[in-house]
């Protein structure tokens, strides 16, 4: 069984016949019928021949090249290809920060994508990437919170999040980045 797609996916799934004229399964006849396999060239085909735009294209490529696979990763395999290999050694400081955001309430949603882990509630609140082999990252949307030295702000995940902690060890994930998640969440 496959998990459920998330609510911005299947707007953009639902979205596809108006916007680019055809549906999900039409898309993927048309590139099936150009045997394209790779995402950059189904990017490109669509993009130069159909005048795709490059969200819809995206979308359209990552979908049918999941198809091929056999469907999505599930959300397990997301969160093992993620602390795998020399980022195996982060997977405590993971399970630290989901431990401390696990008690804000039983509305959180927890979302792995490909690179990261989303936090949600009514909307995202955080993010937990393993950035490096030797750091995750703590994304955090925080309205009206200045910069510290250790939470710093600006454009963090590409305007995904306002913050960004950065964790090299679980007792990092203390009562101060706690405070900001929980805050965050408030917030969210």
């Not at 920060?97 to 882990?117: E, M, N, Q």
Request: with cysteine.
């Amino acid at each position: 069984m496959n998990p459920p797609i998330d609510s911005q996916l299947k707007t953009m799934i639902d979205n596809l016949p108006k916007k680019t004229g055809r549906s999900l399964s039409e898309w993927s006849k048309v590139i099936k019928a150009a045997e394209l396999e790779n995402h950059g060239d189904i990017l490109k085909y669509l993009k130069e021949k159909y005048e795709v735009t490059h969200g819809f294209a995206n979308t359209i490529s990552i979908q049918y090249r999941q198809q091929l696979a056999g469907g999505p990763p599930s959300e397990k395999e997301l969160i093992e290809e993620q602390y795998s290999g020399d980022k195996s050694s982060l997977r405590p400081i993971y399970y630290k920060v989901l431990a401390s955001v696990s008690k804000f309430g039983s509305d959180l949603r927890i979302s792995p994508k490909k690179t990261y882990v989303s936090l949600r509630r009514n909307k995202q609140f955080a993010i937990i990437q393993a950035s490096t082999k030797t750091r995750v990252d703590l994304g955090l949307n925080l309205k009206n919170v200045d910069p510290t030295d250790r939470l710093e702000g600006g454009n963090v995940f590409s305007g995904m999040c306002t913050h960004r902690v950065r964790l090299s060890s679980p007792s990092e994930v203390d009562a101060e980045v706690i405070s900001w998640l929980k805050q965050a969440y408030d917030q969210s």
